[in-house]
């Protein structure tokens, strides 16, 4: 499997739109708003992150990046917005989230986000107590997410400052987001999910991800309140989501071998962190993680 899509250009009319040729999606058409935020260093930056962190060492061929992945929840997205009602604001606003919800991982992706509940082997064992807490825990990676959207020059640039806040809060699940349109990035069944279940699946080699998204696509509905649902005739196809999920979790990200290689990391990683907290070589651990 590619590990990138590949990139080309079609005619439309007199001007020539560059398309994203994708193997699970088929054509992505970004605008060129979206093209500008691509091209920031801070999205190109997520081609160098696996999506399935350290799942490689597994299944050889799970080398597919966040970048990627975050190209395939914009199609998804562009297919769900042919179904519901929202205003052009929204409408551009959802694009860009779903482009950028992932635009504040770390390396290692979701592994580094446990760093702070790491247990050290010797802890286990001292008498039942428990480690120190760090006072300066790491955020998640949608707090990292708003953060690059405020901070980055190039994203602000080409957002605005109150777009990117907009944008920011979508993704990140804000209070003072549309709680109903933040549901399209990050819910029991949304975007995210529908891209990554099926892309991790095919890369892994195992069918548990293979989720019916056209199905569910079609039948997706909206009530005169704007809540957003599937229809009865899609439950099945649901229920299947939410499954392959579960089972991709087990097979997968927990698998033994995975989850063995991604928990010496993040002791190594936290034995540097500590070490630096107390004056010792550090490697530049803090500013490697943070910066990244």
Known sequence: MSDLPSISSKKRGFSRHKIVVDNIHGDICPNDEE??????PAFQRLRKLKQLQMGYLVYPNATHTRFAHSLGV???MERILERVKVDKKDRLDLRLAALLHDVGHYPYSHLLEGLDDVI???EHFDNGSKKASNPDPYPSHEEVGQEILLSQDD???ILGKDRAVRVGDLFARTEVA????SKLIHSSLDMDRMDYLIRDSRAAGVPFGEVDINYLLNHVKQSASGTLGV???ALA???HLLLARSFMFRVVCHHKTIYGFEEATRQLLRRLRDRAETGGESYNVQGW???S
């Open 35 to 40: 093209w500008q935020v691509i091209d920031t």
């Open 74 to 76: 914009l199609k998804v």
């Open 120 to 122: 050290l082997t010797e």
């Open 155 to 157: 994203l602000l640039k």
């Open 178 to 181: 549309n709680q109903q349109l």
């Open 231 to 233: 229809s009865h005739k």
């Open 237 to 239: 196809a649901a229920e």
């Open 289 to 291: 993680l943070r910066n």
